[in-house]
């Protein structure tokens, strides 16, 4: 007998207060993809579009990314990223997890700086990266879902 484990897909969220990066992935490949970023104003994101982005993805879980100090106490954006969790979790009744989010934009940059090389001549923004580091949060939770947090 096969012991065939059910596919669980993720959707993940690079919290800022001007705009929140999203990503999408699944158990089965375990590969995270950046799919938009979403703007908000002073952290408050359009539900419109977030309810848009959960109805066609379906995820089954929700991942917000928790921004630590280094020492991995709670800066002042944790408490902020914490409500945007909570409130996920009362709009769509979905369980939502806290991923240690440290260097993840860090990282994305630096993944956009390596695939613009032999690009020259053309700028790099790197204001537009959240929805990378979303994928980055997604990612390392597939490298190791005991990464996860509670609200």
Known sequence: MHN????ISLMA??????????????????????LTIIKAQDGTPNWITITGLIDKWQPNILLVGLPLNMDSSESELSGRAR???????GRFASPVKMVDERLSTREA???IREN?????GQDI??????HIAAAVILQSWF???SIETSI
Do not use: C, H, M, W
């Open 4 to 7: 065939l484990v059910k596919p």
């Open 13 to 34: 969220f690079d919290f800022g207060l001007k705009q929140i990066g999203v990503a999408y992935g699944q158990t089965v490949t375990k590969q995270a993809k950046g």
């Open 83 to 89: 409500k945007f969790a909570r409130r996920l979790e």
């Open 109 to 111: 940059k630096s993944i």
């Open 116 to 120: 613009q090389n032999g690009n020259s």
């Open 125 to 130: 923004d790197l204001t537009k990266i959240d």
């Open 143 to 145: 490298d190791d879902p």
